[in-house]
C-alpha cells in the first residue's frame, strides 16, 4: 500500500482558510467513506478530528471540516488560529482491514 | 478517561526481537477493535496492524507482515505487538491506538522502540 499523498506545507493568516489535499486511488479514498484526519503537535500523540470523511469527534471546532471528491479528500480548517498549527494527517480504509495514511502536511499560521 | 499506555520499548540490536505492551483502560477494551501505529523519528505516520474484538479478524502492513504479530488478552485490557527480525528501518515510536469507525480516536503516548547495533 502506498501513502496517501498530501503536499508538505499549507498556511494562511489568523482568520483565514486552508485546505489541505489528501489523494489516493480507486481501491482507498476513492472506495469507501472511511476518511480520517488527524492533527498532531510536536511531541505528541495524533487527535481525532475528523471521521467518515465528513463526522467531527465531539469537542473538535467546527472551524474544521471535511469532504471527498472522487480519489481526493480534504480537510479545511476555517477561522485559522494559533493552536491550529500542526501537523495533519488523513488515512483511509484500503480494503481487507488495511488502512494507509497520508505523507503529511505541515500548517503554518503566519 | 480513556487511557493507552505502552511499554516495551528500548534498544534492540538489527535481527533482535522485542514485545510491546499496551495497558487500557476508561473504556470496555472487548468491545473496541485495535491498531498498531508507529513513526520514524521526523517522518510521518504508518498504519501497521489491525486486530478486531475476538482476534478472528487481524491484518499486517506488508512492511512487517511475517516479522510482526499482534494479539489481545480481553481479560487483561491488554494489547500486544511481538516484533521479530527487526531493522535499523523499524526504529520509531509505536502507538497503541483504537480503532473508531475505519479511523483512531484514541492514541497512547507511544514507546520508542530504537533498532541499532
Known amino acids: 500500500q502506498s501513502a496517501l499523498t498530501q503536499p508538505p506545507s499549507a498556511s494562511g493568516s489568523p482568520g483565514q482558510s486552508v485546505t489541505i489535499s489528501c489523494t489516493g486511488t480507486?481501491?482507498?479514498?476513492?472506495?469507501?467513506?472511511?476518511v480520517s484526519w488527524y492533527q498532531q503537535h510536536p511531541g505528541k500523540a495524533p487527535k481525532l478530528m475528523i471521521y467518515?470523511?465528513?463526522k467531527r469527534p465531539s469537542g473538535v471546532p467546527d472551524r474544521f471540516s471535511g469532504s471527498k471528491s472522487g480519489n481526493t479528500a480534504s480537510l479545511t480548517v476555517s477561522g485559522l488560529q494559533a493552536e491550529d498549527e500542526a501537523d495533519y494527517y488523513c488515512?483511509?480504509?484500503?480494503?481487507?482491514?488495511?488502512?494507509?495514511f497520508g505523507t503529511g502536511t505541515k500548517v503554518t499560521v503566519l | 478517561e480513556v487511557q493507552m499506555v505502552e511499554s516495551g520499548g528500548g534498544l534492540v540490536q538489527p535481527g533482535g526481537s522485542l514485545r510491546l505492551s499496551c495497558s487500557a483502560s476508561?473504556?470496555?477494551?472487548?468491545?473496541?477493535?485495535m491498531d498498531w501505529v508507529r513513526q520514524a523519528p521526523g517522518k510521518g505516520l504508518e498504519w501497521l496492524s489491525f486486530?478486531?474484538?475476538?482476534?478472528?479478524?487481524?491484518s499486517y502492513a506488508d512492511s512487517v507482515k511475517g516479522r510482526f504479530t499482534i494479539s489481545r488478552d480481553n481479560a487483561k485490557d491488554s494489547l500486544y505487538l511481538q516484533m521479530d527480525s527487526l531493522r535499523a528501518e523499524d526504529t520509531a515510536v509505536y502507538y497503541c491506538?483504537?480503532?473508531?469507525?475505519?479511523?483512531?480516536?484514541?492514541w497512547g503516548q507511544g514507546t520508542l522502540v530504537t533498532v541499532s547495533s
Open positions: 476508561g473504556f470496555t477494551f472487548s468491545n473496541y477493535n
Open positions: 488515512s483511509s480504509y484500503a480494503d481487507s482491514y488495511n488502512y494507509v
Open positions: 486486530i478486531s474484538t475476538t482476534s478472528s479478524t487481524i
Open positions: 480507486s481501491s482507498d479514498v476513492g472506495a469507501y467513506n472511511y
Open positions: 467518515e470523511v465528513t
Open positions: 491506538a483504537r480503532h473508531y469507525r475505519g479511523g483512531v480516536d484514541y
